[in-house]
């Protein structure tokens, strides 16, 4: 057990450095850190967008995520795009797939609520990673103008060192 499963110190890094990041957020985490995700939300630098109400495998075996039948999906996309809207007071368009593993037809689902798939081209592999050097290496190494990097901002021991390695 954790006691939180929200790392501010990786927040207030991207607030003072001034960087922008769009935040795909679970419905339940938006539950579970009600005051958070209002702070999050009226702070100019961030986009929030879905990231799934409860975080399942949307397609396979993808990282021990437990997979949902297609016929789930509206529920998963519906619940937090009214949490996201209720938050923002907008209608949020981004939507990143749990473990980035989808198939056609869930692509299909995104349509009906005006979502577009955001995927990455580097991955930090922060979760349940204890290599700082190899965190830093799988982002700086790949990085470059224009890249999405998949990172988390969970902390304690799902992510151990993403707030430390954030100002590099």
């Not at 209720?86 to 990143?96: A, H, V």
């Not at 955001?118 to 890249?147: C, M, T």
């Amino acid at each position: 057990e954790v006691p939180t499963l929200y790392d501010n110190s990786l927040i207030q890094t991207l607030t003072e450095t001034n960087t922008k990041a769009t935040l795909f957020l679970s419905g339940l985490w938006i539950e579970t850190y009600p005051e958070e995700s209002k702070e999050l939300a009226a702070n100019p630098l961030f986009e929030l967008a879905s990231h799934s109400y409860s975080h399942p495998s949307f397609a396979g075996d993808c990282y021990g995520l437990g997979e949902i039948p297609d016929s789930d999906n509206e529920d998963e996309l519906g619940k937090t795009q009214d949490l996201l809207r209720n938050l923002t007071g907008k209608e949020n368009k981004l939507f990143r797939f749990p473990g980035g593993c989808y198939s056609d037809s869930d692509l299909v689902s995104l349509t009906s609520f005006d979502l577009t798939a955001i995927q990455w081209d580097v991955e930090a592999h922060d979760g349940f990673n204890p290599e700082a050097d190899n965190i830093r290496k799988n982002v700086l190494d790949y990085v470059q103008n224009g890249s999405i990097i998949v990172m988390h901002m969970n902390g304690g021991t799902n992510e151990l060192h993403t707030a430390a390695l954030m100002p590099e």
